[in-house]
């Protein structure tokens, strides 16, 4: 079965700013999380796959499909859920649904009601009397309800408070039970990721870092912490990144059972990294 979603080669230049060949490749049944720092390149990676702006050079393909030869037969498969809102604010839910519904060739309105009673969504409350967290269930009604296979979503927890965050997760958690779909979740809070993600891509000044499983990711990098004496040549040379400090230093290390070993004669601390750990090593290097 092919991937959901392919990346290859992708290129697009900015002033001062591009994407340089960024490859990776999403398969069908996982949520992908896409972490970088801000100006990194996400939303420009989105974007271009979204075809709402035209790349230089490189391949997306959605299904096996090219995004832009397939572009009204791939969108009809897709939900998008950004940060911000793009409805019109002035007019309620059931008004901006009967706008949206005709560009689905898949919508069932049975589904659509089901996620308004879910969701707790009033037919008739104006979008701009929603609140965050409301207009972020809402634009996830609408993605759900034109049988989306993948579900492609900018920062959607962003704002939101750890009630509402942790219920949207449970709700992706249990959407991608359908081993079919798939989710792209590009987001800066790492921790949403700690919990759902099965793959994570970290994208740094336009250019891939790695593309890999969660869990190896986090299985084999460490945190090692002990004293400053330990920092010769040689021993930095095992890390990504350290951070000193008066007491003594922290770092990053790509294999944990090897740092291990190095350390072993030695008093220090080799612990399992958070991803955001991991986001800020390969960013910063410190």
């Known amino acids: 079965m092919e991937p959901i979603l392919e990346v290859k080669n992708l290129c697009k230049k900015y002033p001062g700013f591009g994407l340089k060949d960024i490859s990776f490749t999403m398969p069908r049944g996982y949520i992908m999380g896409f972490i970088g720092p801000n100006g990194a390149g996400k939303s420009t990676t989105i974007k271009l796959i979204l075809n709402l702006i ?3 050079s490189g391949e997306i393909k959605l299904f096996g499909m090219d995004n832009i030869q397939k572009e009204l037969a791939i969108k009809d498969r ?6 911000e809102n793009h409805y019109y604010e002035e007019l309620n839910i059931q008004e901006m649904k009967k706008i949206v519904a005709p560009f689905y060739r898949n919508w069932d309105e049975h589904t659509f009601a089901k ?32 049988q989306a296979d993948l579900l492609i979503m900018d920062e959607p927890t962003s704002g939101l408070d750890p009630v509402v965050r942790n219920e949207l997760l449970e709700i992706l958690t249990y959407l991608i039970q359908d081993e079919n779909k798939g989710i792209f979740l590009s987001t800066h809070i790492t ?37 400053k004496d330990l920092l010769d040549k040689e021993v930095r040379n095992n890390f990504i990144g350290i951070k000193e400090h008066q007491y003594g230093f922290e770092g990053l290390v790509k294999d944990r059972q090897k740092a291990s070993k190095v350390f072993e004669k030695h008093k220090v601390l080799v612990e399992k990294p958070t991803l955001e750990d991991i986001l800020l090593y390969y960013t910063r290097g410190y």
């Open 54 to 56: 035209k790349r230089d």
């Open 78 to 83: 897709i939900g998008f859920v950004f940060d």
């Open 115 to 146: 996620y308004l009673v879910d969701f707790n969504l009033p037919r008739k409350k104006k979008i701009k009397d929603l609140s965050k967290g409301m207009k972020m269930k809402f634009s996830l009604a609408i993605a759900l309800s034109h």
């Open 191 to 227: 921790s949403d990721l700690d919990k759902i993600a099965d793959y994570i891509t970290l994208i740094n000044e336009g250019e891939i870092i790695f593309s890999t499983p969660k869990d190896e990711l986090l299985d084999y990098h460490g945190m090692v912490k002990g004293g």
